[in-house]
């Protein structure tokens, strides 16, 4: 089973690249962008659990390490 | 005073912090292995600067879970010092130690520079001997330090006297120019509630070797020689 994973920081946390490239993008002629959020995205093999079992790891994964709580946010899928 | 330096792979500080305990304080001092579990018969603790485990992931996420962290968990626990500079207020916030977490600066940039800084509290072991509203110019060097930490914790912060240094200008007054990589509040160092476990962005190691432009860093080294 494979987990893939989007760590990006909460919504209201000053993001220093997100807008970097924000701007870069604006400054290309992309003027329709009007938000970047810059995170991070894992990918983990996963071995045994399936199901409720692998989503209950991985959030705990999540939680103790992948992401910080007091930052970031995180959401991921599983798949066969 | 008994003083350990924990060395984590990466830690670049460490031989920084152990001669200004050792041979500026002259304080008994000995290298902590972060595979160590054992910290009896210390009574500061120095988690220095550097790049613990590249930073991967997060400054001081993977340190966190060296074996000896849960030691300086029971340590902290028992009321010993704990003194985390840079990489180690780092390690501290992502360990629960501290509460707050220190993000990329706002400029992005590592920015390497001497700042002043304002002692807020002479109420911690750290900073006895300052007083309070002190002005010391002291090092920062670091592209993760903008301390951040929501409303609530900050309000806690304030209300029970943890912030121990704000960045300000060289009179002392703390502005938005004087920040320099966008911390709340312009906090550059706290305390935990029990006052036991400091955590700050700083190098005072770097400033306080006579040999060495700067000695403002001895200030908090002075401090803590009252409890020697």
Not at chain 2, 22 to 50: C, N, Q, S, Y
Not at chain 2, 51 to 62: P, Q
Not at chain 2, 89 to 98: A, D, H, M, N
């Amino acid at each position: 089973m494979r987990a893939k994973i989007h760590v990006t920081l909460k919504n209201g946390v000053l993001d220093p690249q997100g807008k970097a490239v924000h701007h870069a993008l604006n400054d290309l002629g992309f003027a329709e962008v009007r938000d970047v959020s810059v995170g991070k995205y894992l990918e983990l093999e996963l071995d045994g659990a399936s199901g409720q079992e692998a989503e209950h790891r991985v959030r705990e994964m999540c939680e103790r390490l992948l992401a910080n709580p007091v930052i970031e946010s995180y959401r991921f899928e599983l798949e066969p | 005073m008994k003083c350990g330096v924990v060395v984590f792979p990466g830690s670049n500080c460490d031989h920084d912090c152990y001669h200004i305990l050792k041979h500026i304080m002259g304080w008994d001092t000995r290298w902590v292995w972060h595979k160590d579990t054992e910290l009896a018969g210390l009574d500061l603790l120095v988690l220095p600067g550097g790049f613990s485990y590249g930073d991967y992931l997060r400054a001081g996420s993977i340190a966190c879970f060296s074996p000896i962290m849960k030691a300086v968990a029971d340590f902290a626990g028992r009321g010993g010092l704990v003194l985390g500079i840079c990489n180690g207020f780092q390690v501290l916030t992502e360990s629960g130690l501290l509460p707050g977490a220190l993000m990329r600066n706002r400029s992005r940039s590592f920015i390497c520079k001497f700042v002043d800084v304002r002692v807020e509290t002479g109420g911690t072991p750290f900073t006895a001997a300052c007083d309070p509203g002190e002005v010391l110019s002291i090092p920062i060097a670091h592209a993760d330090g903008n301390y951040f930490a929501d409303e609530d914790t900050l309000k806690r912060l304030q209300d029970n006297d943890q912030i121990v240094l704000k960045y300000c200008d060289a009179s002392g007054n703390v502005t938005e120019d004087a920040n320099p990589n966008g911390s709340r509040l312009n906090i550059a160092g706290i305390v935990n509630e029990k006052r036991n476990v400091m955590g700050l962005m700083p190098h005072p190691e770097r400033a306080a070797d006579p040999a060495l432009p700067g000695a403002d860093g001895r200030r908090l080294f002075d401090s803590l020689l009252a409890l020697a």
